[in-house]
T-cell receptor, first 116, second 111 residues
Framework: EAQVTQNPRYLITVTGKKLTVTCSQNMNHEYMSWYRQDPGLGLRQIYYSMNVEVTDKGDVPEGYKVSRKEKRNFPLILESPSPNQTSLYFC???????????????FGPGTRLTVL | DAKTTQPNSMESNEEEPVHLPCNHSTISGTDYIHWYRQLPSQGPEYVIHGLTSNVNNRMASLAIAEDRKSSTLILHRATLRDAAVYYCILRITSGTYKYIFGTGTRLKVLA
């Protein structure tokens, strides 16, 4: 089954304790992206990647890191989490079309993170 | 900066058409307009997208204004399963590859 998986689905942590949220897709998609969703703000893009070793900032990258060492995986790293990073996080992937752009995004189920 | 503006909520009766508006007055010539919807406790799912011309697919239709500063997602016959938050999104294509989400319209469908 074609899918985007995220782990963990729920996480409660404390301020300053480094954590990684994993994202994996089995569709051989080039484009992958991370979003955070907060009440009243919709989804905001954190980072995206056009392919292996190619990453770039979205609209809210502060406090986050990403890496893309393999095509299928795109982990989100919070080196020193703070309470304002408490949010619902979504990973998404999409193919790059012949014209050079990403098509339909497929979203994972989300990771609910609470930072105390 | 590019952004989209949508009403917070709308209601529709079951089996009637629904028109969900979106303003994107800062759109650039190469930015695509996407619509996604999010059902409760799920990630967003793709609905439709377009650049300049109106678009139809099995889920919905997208009507894009001639000046591209607004668009309307049309659900031809709303069902209870269409109750969701609908997001109007700009896919930025000049110098970057970002998606800019609006804050979404919560659609309530009345039986």
């Amino acid at each position: 089954e074609a899918q985007v998986t995220q782990n963990p689905r729920y996480l409660i942590t404390v301020t300053g304790k480094k954590l990684t949220v994993t994202c994996s897709q089995n569709m051989n998609h080039e484009y992958m992206s991370w979003y955070r969703q907060d009440p009243g703000l919709g989804l905001r893009q954190i980072y995206y990647s056009m392919n292996v070793e190619v990453t770039d900032k979205g609209d809210v990258p502060e406090g986050y890191k990403v890496s893309r060492k393999e095509k299928r995986n795109f982990p989100l790293i919070l080196e020193s989490p703070s309470p304002n990073q408490t949010s619902l996080y979504f990973c998404a992937s999409s193919p790059i079309l012949a014209g050079g752009w990403a098509d339909t995004q497929y979203f994972g189920p989300g990771t609910r993170l609470t930072v105390l | 900066d590019a952004k989209t503006t949508q009403p917070n909520s709308m209601e529709s009766n079951e089996e009637e058409p629904v028109h969900l508006p979106c303003n994107h007055s800062t759109i650039s010539g190469t930015d695509y307009i996407h619509w996604y919807r999010q059902l409760p406790s799920q990630g967003p799912e793709y609905v439709i997208h377009g650049l300049t011309s109106n678009v139809n697919n099995r889920m919905a239709s997208l009507a894009i204004a001639e000046d591209r500063k607004s668009s309307t997602l049309i659900l031809h016959r709303a069902t209870l399963r269409d109750a969701a938050v609908y997001y109007c999104i700009l896919r930025i294509t000049s110098g970057t590859y970002k998606y800019i989400f609006g804050t979404g319209t919560r659609l309530k469908v009345l039986a």
